[in-house]
């Protein structure tokens, strides 16, 4: 392992996110803009049914609202767009997330891959959140569940600037104080920053942020403000059940899709299969946790 890829695992452990520039080789640049400006005008248009909605924070994303802060699964094969799987495979961000995972190219799971973007007719906010961890809690449970391996990192890739991300670094491996917690409501915050600790995450063009997934972290979303971030997840196979509860709330189905076994294998033809052993990763990972058919109950992180 490099120096520089040691530094980068020591501030994930430490703070609970680092920042990484220049993950999206030059040659996928304008390929992944064009890519997103169609789905979010497809999705924007509801000719996309998979989408995030304002007024709902987590899955499941129903409702009559019309307005969108984030575009589900760019992976779909029927949304046609190959290029966001491309990347996701690619070789320079698999070998980050190996090293931040410390894991094995074969222990590499394919898991979500989402677009989140400002509303078009008003201000949106997420509230003060840890992905595996419920604010509910007590902190005995808290204290046994922060010393338990997330097994995955997430990230989120801005293709413009973006400042709409707050953390509170530390928080994924301690326990949070009685003045965090009493600011850990149902409701979004006015001010991020009034949670003692939290810090604002600027992201440049290009930049990317891995961030362990039980940080304490929310995010604000400024319907005057382009945003446009792909928000991704992948996973390492040793964290089974673990992961089902983060990411097959999102509802997966499509996975098993003969067109999407279609679409890996052409772009595989030059990387070994490699992202079609990620997807056979994940198929396993649904099928072993909830059942074949998806009919399996399964205790979800977050819901709302």
Known sequence: MSRERKSLRAQLESTGYVVVPDLIPPGLVQALNDACLRVIERTRNGNWPHRRIVGKQFPPFEGDETDVWGV????????????????????????????????????LQMELFNLLINPSQKPFALRWHRDDIPATVEEPEEIVRLKISSFGVQWNTALLADESLYVVPGTHKATLTPSQRALCTPAAPTNPLDMPGAIKVPLRRGETVFYNNN???????????????????????????????NILKHDLRWIKAPDMVGTLEDLDKKDRGIRLQMLQRLVQLADTTAGEGGSRSLVYSLEG
Request: a negative charge; hydrophobic letters at 30%.
């Open 215 to 245: 940080i304490l972290h929310c995010a604000t979303y400024d319907n005057t403000v382009p945003r446009v971030t792909l928000h991704a997840c992948m996973g390492d196979t040793r964290g089974g059940e673990k992961r089902a509860r």
């Open 72 to 107: 589900q699964h760019l992976m779909h094969p029927e949304l046609g767009e190959p290029v966001f799987a491309e990347w996701y495979g690619s070789q320079c961000l698999r070998e980050v997330c190996c090293e931040l995972l410390d894991c094995q190219p074969n222990d």
